[in-house]
């Protein structure tokens, strides 16, 4: 018996040892579009590697591949993160160049789930002759991979690397430099059309899921540069841009000079439901080299729950900036039922799929402070609620959980000649309340007093360095307020500085529960070891 158990054990070893010996390099003949593509068919191992060599091609096709295996795109370097530098490091060794003139993607990878994929070390730019530079070249990378890693590489004034467009995808995208040039882009895109089984990709799965604030089904964003390459028309470029349910962790990030980020909520567009849920942590971001001279909030949110804290900002007027687009017509027009959600409130509506519990649609359907309701499906005209049956298709209320956005030990540096808002709603009046469907630290630039427990968020120990007014948490609470309790959990396994945390909210009276702790950084499938505190201190303050 323990004769056999050995050959079992040496005959396994053997199979091991020779797939791992089958895992191939393929080398693309060039990086024009037809050797990728050639290098790319060529793949019938998992752990391959396929290398683009260096070059300066211009794709006037675009390239799609459907992956069956899982597999490294490397080209040969690229200027990329550095925290030394907003500008990278390193040189654009492979080069593709955008030659398309219509508003397609120049790279789509088909991503499946159980496989992993990387793309690594390439500088993607726009061909200086192409005609139409504001809306195409995207990178799109979808599918249904969890195990996603985009890393080292150049996105050089190319619209849009779509994290998830129709599909659920999950992973990083770190180290990476983008560069944009062109007013309105977005350099990322976050979506989550067909998350937990959806078909519709729309978002509708994603919307009937919680949360999982502090885990990693997440598309995570981290140690990667964003700005608006001076002496262009690049005001207002926007770092992310997130819909269809999207879910995503950006933390640790640089954005410089006119570099924003923006959201889009349900109504922005037909069937598409709104962004889902969003971490926003321990990023820098630096709006101008003369504040006084421009009018800049940092976001502006359509939907779902945020927790934004410990983030660095110079140059913006305001930290977060809430609209609920179905409360106004100042952006978009909505069709009525049932071939449209319609209006929340009473003043252009009201609509049923709204809770309507006054005057503003309270609650409204994907509001600010919004979470999972049940699980709605099909398109406009017939559009429906699975949980009461799909008797009606003029809308019904999805019961969506309260999921309150959270705002905490945020260095927010005052405008000159501005007035500034650690939080402002657009336009006003909105369905939504402070210390209901938000929460902000206090005190804050706006708002006075001791944080005792009421309301708001605390941030504490008393003793704690890293809080701008550290409070020991009271013994006393109310429902649904915040406090971020430092050196607690464990979470920070890089040593890198910033500090364990956690976030307690009160759960019922005077009842603390923790609620949110931190995933570990640096995300598992970044194989990079931090040996410096990431770009933002740790010790943010609120002012």
């Given amino acids: 018996m323990i004769r056999s158990a050995r050959w079992l054990l040496v005959l396994l070893s053997s199979v091991l040892l020779c797939s791992a010996a089958k895992a191939q390099t393929i080398n693309a003949a060039s990086c024009n579009v037809t050797d990728v593509a050639a290098a790319l068919g060529n793949i019938v191992t998992d752990g391959t590697t396929v290398v683009i060599p260096p070059g300066d091609c211009n794709w006037t096709s675009p390239l799609t591949y459907a992956q069956t295996k899982s597999f490294t795109l490397q080209g040969a370097g690229a200027i990329s993160y550095s925290a030394s530098s907003p500008s990278g490091t390193g040189s654009d060794v492979t080069t593709i160049e955008n030659g398309l003139t219509s508003g397609s993607s120049i790279l789509t990878i088909i991503s499946s789930s159980g496989k992993s994929f990387r793309m690594t070390g390439i500088h993607f730019a726009t061909h200086a002759g192409n005609s139409n530079k504001a809306s195409n070249g995207w990178i799109v990378i979808t599918g249904s991979s969890t195990s996603v890693r985009v890393d080292h590489n150049h996105f050089d004034q190319l619209n849009n690397v779509d994290l998830g467009l129709y599909g659920c995808v999950q992973g990083v995208a770190d180290h990476n430099q983008f560069d944009g040039s062109y007013a309105d882009e977005n350099m990322i895109r976050f979506q989550s ?19 999982h604030w502090g885990t990693g089904q997440f598309m995570f964003t981290e140690m990667n540069t964003f700005r608006a390459v001076p002496s262009t028309n690049a005001n207002h470029i926007f770092a992310f841009d997130c819909s269809r349910g999207g879910r995503a962790v950006f933390r640790f990030n640089i954005m410089a000079y006119h570099t924003l980020v923006v959201t889009h909520g349900t109504g922005n567009s037909t069937d598409p439901r709104g962004c889902r849920a969003m971490e926003f942590y321990g990023n820098t971001a630096t709006y101008s080299t003369n504040p006084a001279q421009d ?8 939907s779902g729950g945020y927790l934004w804290w410990a983030n660095t ?36 509506g009201p609509s049923n799929w709204d809770g309507n519990q006054d005057s503003t649609g309270y609650p409204c359907l994907d509001g600010i402070g919004r979470g999972g309701g049940d699980r709605l499906s099909g398109l406009f005209p017939i559009k429906c609620d699975q949980t009461t049956g799909c008797t009606t298709f003029n809308g019904t209320w999805p019961h969506q959980a309260l999921d309150p956005v959270y705002v905490f030990s945020n260095n927010f540096t005052s405008v000159p000649q501005r007035q500034n808002n650690y939080w402002s709603n657009f336009p006003p009046p909105i369905a939504i309340a402070e210390n209901r469907d938000y929460y902000l630290e206090l005190p804050n630039v706006n708002e006075s007093g001791t944080f005792n427990g009421s309301a708001g968020v605390g941030c504490g120990p008393s003793s704690s360095p890293t809080c701008a007014h550290p409070v020991a948490r009271p013994a006393t609470c109310t429902t649904g307020v915040g406090y971020w309790e430092m050196d607690e959990g464990n979470w920070n396994q890089s040593g890198n500085g910033f500090g364990n945390g956690q976030l307690y909210v009160c759960t019922a009276p005077n009842t603390w529960t923790v609620y949110y702790t931190p995933f570990t950084y640096p995300h598992p499938l970044d194989g990079n070891t931090p040996t410096a505190i990431p770009p933002n201190q740790p010790n943010a303050q609120p002012h």
Avoid: H, M
């Avoid at 729309?202 to 899921?209: C, L, Y």
């Avoid at 809430?322 to 009473?346: E, F, H, L």
């Fill in 193 to 211: 059309g067909t998350c937990n089984g959806d078909a519709s990709n729309n978002g509708d799965g994603s919307w009937a899921d919680s949360s």
């Fill in 295 to 302: 009018n800049a909030g940092l976001i502006q949110a359509e």
């Fill in 313 to 348: 900002t110079t140059g913006y007027y305001g930290l977060f900036q809430a609209d609920i687009d179905r409360t106004n017509k100042v952006t978009y027009v909505q069709n009525p039922t049932p071939n449209g959600w319609g209006y929340c409130g009473t003043t252009y």
